[in-house]
């Protein structure tokens, strides 16, 4: 068979990679100039920022896609600073992480932990079993025969608010939690329970960088590519999928040639897909809520900062106002908002690769409004806003222990509509859809379209587009 992937994003490229190994022709078509999509790369100045994902977790789930990757763990695998100035450092050891909760919280917050963690695992290996590694859409997922204790663990219809609460007497464990509701793009009060699944995930198999930032991963993908014999085409666009009698039969690019398939696979956002690349546009089911974005922070800094980890979070003191900002309440009349007292996230590669001698390279990173002019966006086009934002956020960080605003070299931002302008991704959204098991499904509205990537099950996040790749690879299945 001849497949054509929509996308040079790593779901596609690691779609490529199982399909060619398949022992199908594989040709793969991007609209921008480089590979890799959100897992973005620059440089400047001697300095090298992912302006995407900086945390690889889940290794095992690249194992078998023939990449040569150095990986280096991390401990802490993230430090956490609360607004009352305890310090929590978090670690894939269990033993270790509940002595630190100890050291910090005291002996009833670990206990408490140790209980939520039963509880995660629980929700973590009912998941894998039953969603992770197959296709899902809202009628089979109805359909599915989950075991009663499966059904139990991961608690339909409760939040992971609801949860926390439930488990953690310690408010800032409870915020803790309530962070990795963000990881999926959503908001904790609304996010399902089964989102108890990411901290499990990334604790339980460890975080992990690569040597030169994360950007190597696509380097990585991009020369298994190669050696499949799998031609990437660069700054080639694709207008529309074509289809016959019900069967899509290729894709037509903006330079008007039309490239025969035989299956197409689309790692572009499920609803650009269906509302914008098939000849006629279709109502998109399974959609669950968009994901929150981002605002971004690129900064070259002297001298050394040792209270940051490889990656530190600065917590807010009041966590709900930051999510009714980026979030916004249009049946209440509440526009989303820049939130003006976010949490700050940033990452702080110890890695001489990435920075001069003497200087750090920092990607912070806020949770952020989509962009856009309805009442859930914000316009971050808005002339002064992005510099404005970001002059706010160094003053956040100075009032949260950390002034580097006499250290800083350079600045630059990047806001929710660079990402969308650079991927394509609806108002620069981080992970398509935002968490929850209702993702549209990775099989299309007409037979041989095929859907990867964070928008489409199961979901946003390195691991979780590389498990779509592989669905779907193993839907196709092998050259005949």
Sequence with gaps: ?????????????????????????????????????????????????????????????????????ELEPLDPVVRHVFPDGSVLDSSSDPAVFAERIADAFGAAAARDWARFWERAERIWAASWRSVLQREVSPASLARLSWRVGDLLAIAPGRSLRALGRRYLRDWR????????????????????????????????????????????????????????????????????????????????LASGAHIAADAVVSDVDAAVLYRDLLPTPRRLAGLADRSLAGFVMLLGVDGHTPQLAHHTVFFPRNYNAEFNAVFGDPAHGRRARPASQPTIFITRAPDPAVHPEGAEAWFVLVNAARHGTAAGAVDWLRPGLAPAYADHLLEVLASRGLDVRDRVRFLETRTPADLAAATAAPGGTIYGTAGGLLRPSNRGPVDGLYLVGGSAHPGGGLPMVTLSAKIVADAIGPAR
Excluded at 15 to 33: K, P, S
Excluded at 181 to 210: I, M, N, S
């Design 1 to 69: 068979m001849r497949v054509v992937v929509i996308g040079a994003g790593v779901g596609g490229l690691a779609a490529a990679v199982r399909l060619a190994a398949a022992g199908h022709r594989v040709d793969v078509y991007e609209q921008a100039a480089t590979i890799g999509g959100k897992l973005g790369r620059y440089e400047r100045d001697g300095f090298r920022f992912d302006t995407g994902p900086s945390l690889l977790t889940l290794p095992q789930v690249f194992a078998d896609l023939g990449l040569t990757l």
């Design 173 to 252: 464990l409870r915020m803790l939690l309530d962070r990795y509701a963000t990881y999926t793009g959503a908001d904790p009060r609304r996010a399902p329970a089964a989102l108890a699944a990411v901290p499990y995930a990334e604790l339980a198999f460890g975080g992990w960088y690569l040597p030169g930032g994360l950007g190597v991963l696509a380097t990585a993908l991009q020369e298994r590519c190669a050696q499949l014999s799998i031609d990437v085409h660069l700054s080639s666009p694709v207008r529309t999928v074509t289809t016959t009698a019900g069967r899509a039969t290729g894709v037509t």
